[in-house]
């Protein structure tokens, strides 16, 4: 157990859609970071968030939006769904002192799956 | 660009015995973090073991350990004595300046009794 949770473990929606993940971090960590995992297009960051703020971004699309809370668990918010949008996400968190060093710790994930 | 290549989708060991799975990167950075995880059917992403860039020596947790060959952008993960468990998708990562990881494709690792 990694210490960083993720709710739902699965969502089965419909295409036009909009849904909420939500992450809460382990403890002590202020980054939180998300990534899609989908059969074709592997593993891919999508952003990061440091202590409430926007800190780096991945390949993540305009349709889909993130943010976290002061009490530093996030939520990734996916809007108008495609069949595409499928996939496995991953929130991962880690202590980040400021520079790039830190391990990144990752919760179960989140299976949506897109009808 | 950062990339990561994993050029074996599949490799296979017997219980006990020692496997090397390979892992290249492309980049013009000259400090960077290297890392393995290992994702079993759970799906749960794992780190296996990690390598700072500036260090020379070889990280190693237990059984596993790395060969980084910076010169030659290599970081290559042995498993040494093979147990079941260790049967899983293993993914080479690259955590680039901007923090931010890039993954290789994955190597699935099978473990045979």
């Known amino acids: 157990d990694s210490g960083v949770t993720q709710t739902p473990k699965h969502l089965i929606t419909a295409t036009g859609q909009r849904v909420t993940l939500r992450c809460s971090p382990r403890?002590?960590?202020?980054?939180v970071y998300w990534y899609q995992q989908s059969l074709d297009q592997g593993l891919q960051f999508l952003i990061q968030?440091?202590?409430?703020?926007?800190?780096a971004k991945g390949n993540i699309l305009e349709r889909f939006s993130a943010q976290q809370f002061p009490d530093l668990h996030s939520e990734l918010n996916l809007s108008s769904l495609e069949l595409g949008d499928s996939a496995l996400y991953f929130c991962?968190?880690?202590?980040?002192?400021?520079?790039?060093?830190?391990?990144?710790?990752f919760g179960p994930g989140t299976r949506l799956t897109v009808l | 660009a950062q990339t990561v290549t994993q050029s074996q989708p599949e490799m296979s060991v017997q219980e006990a015995e020692t496997v090397t799975l390979s892992c290249t990167y492309d980049?013009?950075?000259?400090?960077?973090?290297l890392f393995w995880y290992k994702q079993p059917p759970s799906r749960q992403m794992i780190l296996v073991i990690r390598?700072?860039?500036?260090?020379?020596q070889n990280a190693t947790e237990n059984r596993f350990s790395v060969n980084f060959q910076k010169a030659a952008k290599s970081f290559s993960l042995k498993i040494s004595d093979s147990q079941l468990g260790d049967a899983a998708m293993y993914f080479c990562?690259?955590?680039?300046?901007?923090?931010?990881?890039?993954f290789g494709a994955g190597t699935r690792l099978t473990v045979k009794p």
């Open positions: 390598q700072e860039a500036y260090k020379q």
């Open positions: 403890s002590g960590d202020l980054s």
């Open positions: 968030y440091y202590n409430g703020e926007e800190r």
């Open positions: 991962a968190s880690s202590v980040d002192s400021g520079g790039f060093t830190d391990t990144q710790y």
């Open positions: 990562a690259y955590r680039t300046l901007n923090n931010d990881m890039r």
């Open positions: 980049t013009s950075e000259s400090d960077y973090y």
